[in-house]
């Protein structure tokens, strides 16, 4: 009895989560299902604190000014750079008594490679800079991240808090790493060793912890794969203290085409293998998934657990997301959600429905309208309501003729008429980079200045549809001003522009599917990270205008690179 309730607690953890991004995320669950390992060692990127520093993806504001809700200067942050555009300075400052005051400030330094080798904050005590937090990156000749430490600065040196350290292969593939955190008194440690087989692909990464001042094993995994490069089988291993036994297995069987069919999940019990999970997957002849049905071990074999099911339309967008749940020997309605689309492939409407029995009940929708560019000018949510659709909410936004978001109101629904609650206007320069941005609410007949930006809408530092800097983080958080004002100059000395004529569009943005970029030279190259730094896609850009298919890609912001002749240009895409 009780391996059976771990066996299902086990799997349960893992069809949640699995059904849980499937159902919400239209075309999210390609990505899911067809990924070739589960198991992916990445080279480690630390996003927040490198690009923070480094070239800025879009513009290089130097000065941001933001007003309270009285209209008074409260806050401003000046950055410089380096003649490669790196920042090396940021510095943030209170206005008290009619002066502007130190709070903190953040220096930057980098090697001839232009890699950030370290990050120092210091803090105003009102007569001098104080050190107060320090990280600090080595790197090899390949641009490599050898080792990252942060510091604290405490009883005047700094005290190592935080290490990870990497070693890499001839082809840039981490072979070694290290984790070490300090708990208090103690440190927290953990290794690995990862080998790969001649096509680099992770065939075991075995992991260690420190115990007793002595390295101890912990799990060993172990992969096979077949010619096409799909996982076969994920084998774990857990020390005892003695050897090695078995914990957990994963085996995966792949059509053709490379499309996940079963997924099966085993644990190790009484030196047996013991059936946990099993996934089966269907597709059309698109390979757009077209049913997962999971299952879960039982004496007489297996038991069906939950369905997922997906219809599309000729342009491979999900029409249809069905979710059933097998209760009393029969599937149940549970959920599901119907989308459609204009010729664009945007999404018009999204209606979640809920079942009762053998109907489907109506909860709630979502409905857009796009300008010629595809770019969203209104989004209204509605709840179903004694049998008719109730408005609740709608995002209006007015655009300029380059998409520049000018206006963005927020209404609610009251009674019979949309009642105004939150307005955030923008003013640009010509190259698309937001210079003011005001931030207000509703009440009394009138808009006034309002201080809660990190509710409902936010107000951004943006450029290029970007929105590059959230003004809710300002400092530490606070949300103490309504508007601000942003300057940039011109800073490069080696004759480089820093801001090109050149207007990219990429739409439609958010995008579920595919998205259609236009606007660059010719002979461009365009590069797709994923949120952690990981190259997606490199695409040579010959025609004035390409689309190009994400439905492999999870939902997330992903950025995209441009690169042509001479220049360079970033963008964000949010892929629903």
């Excluded at 239209?26 to 990924?35: E, L």
């Excluded at 990862?194 to 060993?220: A, E, G, L, P, R």
């Excluded at 489907?360 to 949510?381: A, E, S």
Aim: charged share 15%; with cysteine; glycine share 4%.
């Amino acid at each position: 009895m009780k391996i059976k309730l771990f066996i299902l607690v086990v799997f349960s953890a893992i069809l949640s989560s699995t059904i849980s991004a499937q159902v919400n995320n239209p075309n999210n669950n390609k990505f899911k299902i067809k990924q070739k390992s589960i198991f992916d060692i990445k080279k480690p990127t630390h996003q927040s604190k490198l690009n923070k520093a480094n070239k800025s993806l879009a513009w290089h504001w130097d000065t941001i000014l933001a007003y309270d809700t009285t209209n008074n200067l409260f806050i401003r942050i000046t950055r410089n750079f380096d003649a490669h555009g790196n920042v090396l300075t940021i510095l943030k400052e209170w206005y008290l008594s009619n002066n502007w005051e130190n709070y903190n400030r953040e220096s930057f330094t980098y090697d001839s490679n232009d890699s950030l080798i370290c990050d120092l904050l210091e803090g105003w005590n009102y007569t001098s800079w104080i050190n107060s937090e320090r990280t600090t990156f080595s790197f090899d000749n390949h641009g490599n991240l050898l080792d990252q430490s942060f510091e604290d600065w405490s009883s005047n040196t700094w005290v190592l808090i935080q290490r990870f350290a990497y070693t890499y292969n001839s082809y840039n593939d981490i072979t070694t790493y290290f984790y070490a955190q300090k708990n208090q008194t103690s440190w927290q440690k953990d290794s690995g060793v990862v080998t790969y087989n001649n096509i680099n692909q992770v065939i075991s990464n075995m992991q260690y912890i420190w115990q007793s001042n002595i390295w101890v094993n912990s799990t060993i995994d172990s992969l096979t794969y077949d010619s096409n490069g799909n996982e076969l089988v994920k084998l774990t291993k857990g020390w005892t203290g003695n050897n090695w036994i078995y914990t957990q297995r994963e085996t995966k069987t792949w059509d053709s085409n490379n499309n996940l069919l079963i997924n099966l999940f085993e644990l190790w019990y009484n030196n047996s293998w013991v059936n946990s999970g099993r996934h089966t997957y269907t597709y059309d002849s698109q390979n757009n998934t077209l049913s997962m049905l999971c299952e879960t071990p039982s004496s007489s074999g297996w038991d069906n657990d939950t369905w997922v099911g997906y219809t599309y339309d000729q342009n491979n967008n999900m029409l249809t997301s069905t979710y059933q749940i097998w209760q009393s020997n029969a599937w149940i309605n549970n959920s599901r959600v119907t989308y459609t689309y204009d010729s664009n492939n945007n999404i018009l409407m999204g209606i979640n429905e809920s079942g009762q029995g053998t109907a489907w009940v109506n909860h709630d929708r979502y409905t857009y309208t796009y300008n010629n560019n595809n770019y969203i000018l209104t989004k209204i949510y509605e709840t179903w309501q004694n049998n008719a659709w109730v408005n609740i909410t709608r995002d209006f936004i007015i655009r300029d003729t380059y998409d520049n978001i000018l206006t963005y109101l927020f209404s609610k629904w009251n009674n019979s008429t949309w009642s105004d609650s939150l307005r955030v206007t923008y003013t640009w320069d010509n190259y698309g980079n937001s210079i003011t941005g005001v931030y207000e609410a509703w009440y009394n007949s009138s808009w006034h200045p309002f201080n809660n930006i990190s509710q409902i809408l936010g107000l951004y530092v943006i450029s290029n549809n970007i929105n590059i800097y959230d003004m809710s983080t300002i400092i530490n958080g606070c949300s103490c001003h309504y508007r601000y004002i942003a300057t940039y100059s011109s800073y490069f000395s080696n004759g480089i522009p820093n801001i090109s004529e050149t207007k990219i569009f990429v739409y439609p943005n958010p995008s579920i599917s595919s998205f259609t970029i236009r606007g660059y030279q010719p002979n461009s190259i365009l590069k797709i990270y994923n949120p952690d730094g990981r190259k997606m896609k490199v695409i040579n850009l010959k025609n004035d205008a390409f689309t190009i298919d994400i439905n492999e890609f999870s939902s997330g912001i992903y950025i995209l690179e441009v690169v042509s002749a001479n220049n360079c240009w970033h963008y964000k895409l949010l892929k629903d």
